[in-house]
């Protein structure tokens, strides 16, 4: 089955058409809400709100694990995510959605593995290429049926938050390597790995990251929301036309 992740701006799916709504209990604690189960053109999915339904959980306290172990209970393969983000590269102005590729992960005191010490070996992942090319794939074809330009690639940034960076920070994501910065990015896509679920990112440009563009004095915080509302209009044509070709 097919889950869709949804961020900030994306708490619930027009099209779905709503079958049930299970709470699951996991061994790593509450998810962030129950799952809501339903029907877009036919196909089944399964949709979980990362902060909560009313916007509870900040992304530091988002509990990952029990997130995704819930969906993994339910026989979920396959997991789309959206994300906010805020521009770095120049292109990436907000409004703009990206298909990311590569993730720096700059998170740190949240419970990034499902291994616990008890574990008898040790367990390494392979994460060289942090998202399932398969369904980046799926996204980009969706995108482009759907007639909603989508960037193929890019490199994700996960800071701890909530507290958005400073433009000194911002320069250094730059010289690293990053084109998009976030704050739920991480440790989602590695827990993901690492019960072999097929997961790949939708990011939501809402904002010039600190110190670029519109945000050169400052982050505006009052047009998040509008860029926000517009471009999940958007994420939403896209996930129709997923859930509508998938095979
Ligand atoms: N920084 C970090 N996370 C974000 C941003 C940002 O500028 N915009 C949306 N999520």
Redesign the pocket.
């Known amino acids: 089955m097919l889950a869709i992740i949804g961020g900030s701006g994306l708490a619930q799916l027009a099209n779905l058409e709503v079958t049930g709504r299970l709470i699951v209990r996991t061994p790593y604690g509450e998810p962030s809400g129950a799952l809501t189960f339903g029907n877009i053109f036919g196909r089944e999915v399964v949709f979980l709100a990362r902060h909560g339904y009313g916007h509870i959980l900040p992304p530091h306290e988002v509990n990952y694990c029990a997130n995704l172990w819930a969906l993994h209970s339910q026989n979920v393969k396959d997991v789309v995510a959206i994300a906010?983000?805020?521009g770095i590269r120049a292109d990436l102005s907000p409004g703009t959605l990206a298909i990311p590729d590569q993730i720096i992960d700059y998170t740190h005191g949240r419970k990034s593995t499902f291994h616990a010490r008890t574990d008898r070996a040790v367990t390494h992942i392979d994460f060289t290429h942090p998202y399932c090319e398969a369904m980046r794939q799926r996204l980009l074809k969706a995108a482009a049926a759907a007639g909603e330009p989508a960037v193929a690639g890019g490199t994700y940034a996960a800071?701890q938050?909530p507290r958005?960076?400073t433009a000194a920070e911002i320069n250094r994501l730059e010289r690293d390597g990053a084109d998009m910065?976030?704050?739920t990015g991480m440790p989602e896509a590695a827990l993901a790995r690492e019960i072999d679920l097929c997961y790949a990112t939708i990011a939501v440009v809402?904002?010039h990251?600190?110190g670029r563009g519109a945000s050169a004095r400052g982050?505006p915080m009052a047009d998040?929301n509008e860029v926000s509302q517009r471009a999940m209009a958007r994420v939403r044509r896209i996930l129709d036309q997923l859930a509508a070709s998938w095979e």
């Open positions: 906010s983000v805020g800071t938050g958005l960076e910065v976030g704050m809402v904002n990251a600190a982050i998040i």
